[in-house]
């Protein structure tokens, strides 16, 4: 049976959608972002996986964010250059969103039934990851203060 995450989609900071459909066969690791946010150096450990391991099936998708003290002040026009300039991001980005409340993205609504955190399901901080198999399957939750390079083994048992 086919992953219902394969159903859902985002949307690139220009508007255009992104069908998860479209990553079939593919490792995803899903994160919120923040710019501004303390852990923002990560970024460059994502870019890092992004560029080790794209030629082998992984995709890195951020959602930037601006639900954690306003970490995120970067506008849907922005976002992409900012990342890139400061941390030399190549790896896709989706529009501004929200991953918690009323309005969150139907990714992480789906990601958060599907992978509870350790106090809940809500998203607690910027950086929480998700790492989805090949079938779109949630394989693993991991906490915002945990590096990515802490999940290159995860990555490898799955690519």
């Not at 991953?99 to 350790?118: C, I, M, R, S």
């Amino acid at each position: 049976m086919e992953s219902t995450f394969y159903q859902l989609s985002a949307r690139t900071p220009k508007g255009a959608t992104i069908p998860m459909a479209d990553y079939k066969d593919k490792v995803l690791l899903i994160v919120n972002t923040a710019t501004q946010c303390g852990l923002a150096p990560q970024f460059d450990g994502l870019e890092a996986l992004h560029q080790k391991y794209k030629d082998k099936g992984l995709v890195v998708l951020g959602f930037p964010c601006d639900q954690f003290r306003g970490q995120e002040p970067e506008s849907n026009e922005t976002v992409e250059q900012v990342c890139k300039l400061n941390h030399g991001v190549t790896f896709q980005l989706t529009e501004k969103c929200d991953v918690n409340g009323p309005q969150t993205q139907p990714v992480f609504q789906y990601l958060k039934k599907e992978l509870g955190g350790f106090l809940g399901s809500g998203i607690k901080w910027n950086f929480t990851k998700f790492l989805i198999d090949r079938h779109g399957q949630p394989y693993k939750r991991y906490a915002p203060i945990t590096k990515p390079e802490a999940i290159e083994s995860d990555i490898q048992k799955l690519i």
